[in-house]
């Protein structure tokens, strides 16, 4: 709780709404990916994500392993992301897989 003085900002406005396109910036800066695919699913607030994210380097890696990647690529947005489900596929996985991907990631 923040008491709201005048001439002070709300507690809300120094709230960023994290987009998915700063997701997206996120993931490929630290990882090495071929694709990433990310859908805000809160509706626009920037609370929960799905992500599938396609990269050589999970060949090899356990699907646990891929997923401590993406979390530790997400790290600095995390205390403002509510939920997020991901897809931690190989490029060979994703051709394989990508026709059973939800709607909202076919264009």
């Known amino acids: ?49 799905d992500l599938v994210v396609v990269s050589k380097a999970f060949d090899g890696q356990s699907l646990l392993d891929r997923q401590r990647a993406v979390n530790l690529s997400l790290d600095p947005l995390m205390s403002k992301i509510h939920a997020v489900t991901m897809k931690t596929w190989t490029p060979e996985q994703f051709e ?6 939800p709607e909202h990631f076919k264009c």
């Open 1 to 49: 709780y923040q008491r709201r003085v005048r001439g002070t900002k709300s507690f809300f406005s120094d709230m960023s709404v994290i987009t998915s396109d700063l997701v997206k910036q996120t993931i490929e800066k630290s990882l090495e990916t071929q694709k990433v695919l990310v859908y805000d699913v809160s509706g626009g607030c920037g609370a929960k994500f």
């Open 96 to 101: 394989q897989r990508k026709d059973t991907l």
